[in-house]
């Protein structure tokens, strides 16, 4: 069965998360990602490493389904190959700093020269202005884009999320952009650029807190816990950030995850009381009525608390699903690793590796019902050097060990 981007040559030169997490996606998707790296190799190959001399799993679980070549861009002959990458290439993709790629040798006019089809691809920290040449980590991007102030509780710290918005969220970014210029390229058969920056995709990921700021000026956001404002959006701690009440509310036995998160819309609040055993709350004029309930919702949470206290996360799941009423238990990295569904549904996938043996990682979460991907390992440094050079390139033998001799691949 053919892949939805069958015949799509990637040159990957990303490194570390947001790169390789789009360049993962389009192999998913069946493209031919080929990883370019120094021959030093990308350096999260070892950060966090828990099997000694194996990749780590930052690197695996961010590089399956990629072939691996290296190559010394700054030797003259390495510059000679790149470019020969290049022109058999369908997109281009890195996340370098700003200017590396240009001090290169091969800046934008240089590559659309070499290859006027070609997508280049660029994710960086920042847009254009004063913060362009800023280092941008994860949990920067999220400072910068708007996660951070509101996220957490009023009384603490701004808070960072534990999902990787800045580095994936940005990835997700970049593979829309690609996939809109192979779209747009099959029109025109020109290639173009894709600009995607950290901060703009987390503030893109926090759009709904603009809408709140602008609301601000029209009076106090009555869904927001909060008994006065400022000028700016607050953190709203649990808060659903829309106009259903939520909150996480403790379960038995009690421990870091014992919690089910629980939304209480309008139809959803006579099933609540009758499960609760406060019926008598349902035609309460104090109660009846989301209105009423708006003023006190610290209070009702505190009343569903009371009951959810006496079951297990996955009883009261069972008893209010049953009811119609929207909620979710919290679930551990081990409860989600060890979940039989997510397994079945492909998204815990179990890959053997050649230095670490089997790891489980996570699957391609788009899918098509055409071409479903297949989920392979990583590959090993420069695993396919040989195969790349000698067969699409047309290296001999005698150069490869001779290149590899020099520190050239």
């Given at each position: 069965m053919s892949t939805a981007l069958q015949g799509v040559r990637v040159l990957d030169m990303t490194h570390v998360q947001s790169g390789p997490s789009a360049t993962q996606i389009l192999a998913w998707l069946g493209a031919e990602v080929l990883k370019l790296e120094a021959p030093a190799g990308d350096i999260t190959r070892t950060q966090l490493r828990d099997v000694p001399d194996a990749d780590s799993l930052y690197f695996t679980m961010l590089n399956g389904n990629k072939q691996s070549i290296t190559l010394n861009m700054k030797s003259t002959r390495g510059k000679e190959l790149f470019t020969e990458l290049v022109r058999d290439a369908d997109v281009l993709v890195e996340n370098f700093g700003p200017g590396t790629v240009d001090r290169m040798g091969f800046d934008w006019d240089r590559l659309r020269s070499l290859n006027p089809a070609l997508i280049y691809a660029?994710?960086?920290?920042?847009?254009d202005g004063p913060y362009t040449h800023y280092k941008a980590y994860e949990v920067v991007a999220q400072a910068m884009g708007g996660s951070m102030a509101?996220?957490?509780?009023?009384?603490?710290?701004?808070?960072?999320?534990?999902?990787?918005?800045?580095?994936s969220g940005t990835g997700i970014h970049t593979v829309a952009g690609i996939l809109a210029a192979l779209l747009q390229r099959e029109r025109t058969g020109r290639g173009q650029r894709v600009s995607v920056a950290m901060q703009h995709a987390v503030l893109n990921l926090c759009r709904v807190k603009l809408r709140d700021q602008q609301r601000l000026a029209h009076g106090a956001?009555?869904?927001?816990?909060?008994?006065?404002f400022g000028a700016e959006v607050p953190r709203s701690g649990n808060a659903s950030g829309g106009g259903q009440p939520g909150s996480a509310l403790r379960c038995s036995p009690g421990g870091a995850n014992d919690y089910v998160y629980v939304i209480v819309q309008p139809v959803g609040w006579a099933p609540i009381a009758r499960l609760i055993g406060r019926p008598e709350?349902?035609?309460?004029?104090?109660?009846?009525?989301?209105?009423?309930?708006?003023?006190?919702?610290?209070?009702?949470?505190?009343?569903?608390?009371?009951?959810?206290?006496?079951?297990?996360?996955?009883?009261?799941?069972?008893?209010?699903?049953?009811?119609?009423?929207?909620?979710?238990?919290?679930?551990?990295?081990?409860?989600l690793i060890e979940d039989a569904s997510l397994a079945d549904n492909g998204m815990i996938v179990t890959v053997e590796h050649p230095q670490r043996g089997p790891y489980r990682t996570v699957g391609c979460p788009i899918k098509l019902s055409d071409s479903p991907a297949h989920v392979t390992r990583s590959p090993l440094l420069g695993e396919h050097n040989e195969q790349i050079y000698r067969d699409r390139l047309g290296v001999d033998a005698a150069e490869l060990a001779e290149l590899k001799a020099n520190g050239v691949i």
């Amino acid at each position: 069965m053919s892949t939805a981007l069958q015949g799509v040559r990637v040159l990957d030169m990303t490194h570390v998360q947001s790169g390789p997490s789009a360049t993962q996606i389009l192999a998913w998707l069946g493209a031919e990602v080929l990883k370019l790296e120094a021959p030093a190799g990308d350096i999260t190959r070892t950060q966090l490493r828990d099997v000694p001399d194996a990749d780590s799993l930052y690197f695996t679980m961010l590089n399956g389904n990629k072939q691996s070549i290296t190559l010394n861009m700054k030797s003259t002959r390495g510059k000679e190959l790149f470019t020969e990458l290049v022109r058999d290439a369908d997109v281009l993709v890195e996340n370098f700093g700003p200017g590396t790629v240009d001090r290169m040798g091969f800046d934008w006019d240089r590559l659309r020269s070499l290859n006027p089809a070609l997508i280049y691809a660029s994710i960086k920290g920042f847009g254009d202005g004063p913060y362009t040449h800023y280092k941008a980590y994860e949990v920067v991007a999220q400072a910068m884009g708007g996660s951070m102030a509101t996220t957490g509780f009023e009384d603490g710290p701004p808070t960072a999320t534990g999902a990787q918005i800045g580095d994936s969220g940005t990835g997700i970014h970049t593979v829309a952009g690609i996939l809109a210029a192979l779209l747009q390229r099959e029109r025109t058969g020109r290639g173009q650029r894709v600009s995607v920056a950290m901060q703009h995709a987390v503030l893109n990921l926090c759009r709904v807190k603009l809408r709140d700021q602008q609301r601000l000026a029209h009076g106090a956001l009555r869904e927001y816990p909060n008994d006065e404002f400022g000028a700016e959006v607050p953190r709203s701690g649990n808060a659903s950030g829309g106009g259903q009440p939520g909150s996480a509310l403790r379960c038995s036995p009690g421990g870091a995850n014992d919690y089910v998160y629980v939304i209480v819309q309008p139809v959803g609040w006579a099933p609540i009381a009758r499960l609760i055993g406060r019926p008598e709350l349902i035609d309460d004029p104090d109660w009846a009525t989301p209105e009423a309930r708006l003023s006190k919702l610290d209070k009702m949470f505190r009343l569903i608390e009371e009951w959810t206290l006496r079951h297990g996360k996955w009883d009261v799941l069972a008893r209010l699903t049953e009811q119609g009423v929207p909620c979710g238990p919290i679930l551990s990295t081990r409860e989600l690793i060890e979940d039989a569904s997510l397994a079945d549904n492909g998204m815990i996938v179990t890959v053997e590796h050649p230095q670490r043996g089997p790891y489980r990682t996570v699957g391609c979460p788009i899918k098509l019902s055409d071409s479903p991907a297949h989920v392979t390992r990583s590959p090993l440094l420069g695993e396919h050097n040989e195969q790349i050079y000698r067969d699409r390139l047309g290296v001999d033998a005698a150069e490869l060990a001779e290149l590899k001799a020099n520190g050239v691949i």
